[in-house]
């Protein structure tokens, strides 16, 4: 009697080879800014992007704060005068993303206009803002009100500053980027952590357009950064003066405003060395 032929085994299947990490990589955040991959990766090498996203959980925090349940000592009227101000304002120190430019002699090259403002609009979710107008000049002490705010800025040495207009697309809100260039990191900080308290006395002055305005007497509300040797105040409110309700977005609001901050980590890039190649 003649045993059954054994059938031959399955053919054994090749598994497929990972293709490991993808060599094509990027942040939108920072590709949206306009960084290349190249300068994405030195940021990481630096430590950046851990810093932009601690920084960005704690804007969007803070701002939320300030656009709900945060209650601001408001100043009495004989301090403020006839001067705007925002009724809310909250600070924030330079963090080690901003290291290679903390001191001004390492990042010496003037500020521009067309470096800061390079585009009319500025995009986020479904916020477009239009820039109103632009000035940048060497009078930093001429820029603002308010002898707190003037001393903090002559004791940081500010050289210039840069300041923005932006409306709305659809005339709601209005906004204002100004960017203080100062010594060093020490001085930005405290000239953001001093506005916590000097702000019900002096701040900056708006820019004049005849396309956007902050409402006089109304509700505005406002962030400082600090970004090594710079210092960037955002400023906002709805255009009819009105106090924000729950359909009106401020966070969104402010980090379009914010967009204007692109050229300080290009900044960041120029400055720092690039590393040399692994092998």
Not at 50 to 78: C, H, K, Q, Y
Not at 88 to 112: C, E, H, M, N
Not at 193 to 220: D, I, K, Y
Request: proline share 8%; charged share 20%.
């Amino acid at each position: 009697m003649t045993t059954p032929a054994t059938p031959p085994p399955a053919p054994a299947r090749k598994r497929r080879r990972s293709s490991g990490p993808a060599e094509s990589w990027s942040i939108p955040r920072l590709e949206e800014w306009g960084l290349t991959r190249t300068q994405q990766r030195l940021l990481l090498i630096l430590g950046s992007v851990a810093g932009v996203l601690i920084a960005a959980v704690a804007l969007t925090m803070g701002i939320s704060a300030i656009g709900n349940d945060f209650e601001p000592e408001r100043a009495t009227a004989s301090v403020i005068g006839t001067e705007p101000r925002p009724d809310a304002y909250r600070g924030w120190p330079s963090s080690a993303v901003f290291g290679p430019i903390a001191q001004s002699k390492a990042d010496p090259r003037p500020l521009t206009l067309k470096e800061l403002f390079p585009a009319r609009t500025l995009k986020e979710g479904r916020t477009t803002l239009r820039l109103a107008g632009t000035r940048l000049e060497s009078d930093c002490a001429g820029a603002v009100w308010g002898q707190g705010v003037v001393d903090l800025l002559v004791r940081g040495g500010c050289t210039q500053v840069a300041r923005g207009l932006y409306a709305s697309a659809d005339g709601r809100y209005v906004a204002q980027y100004t960017l203080f260039n100062l010594r060093d990191a020490a001085s930005a900080d405290a000239l953001v952590n001093g506005l916590t308290t000097l702000h019900r006395g002096g701040w900056v002055r708006p820019l004049e357009s005849a396309r956007a305005a902050f409402p006089s007497g109304g509700h505005t509300e406002s962030s400082g950064h600090a970004m090594g040797h710079y210092a960037g105040l955002v400023w906002f409110s709805r255009a009819d003066g009105a106090e924000p309700t729950p359909r009106d977005d401020f966070v969104s609001l402010a980090l379009t405003v914010r967009g204007t901050e692109k050229a300080i980590f290009r900044r960041i890039v120029a400055v720092a060395p690039v590393p040399a190649p692994s092998r």
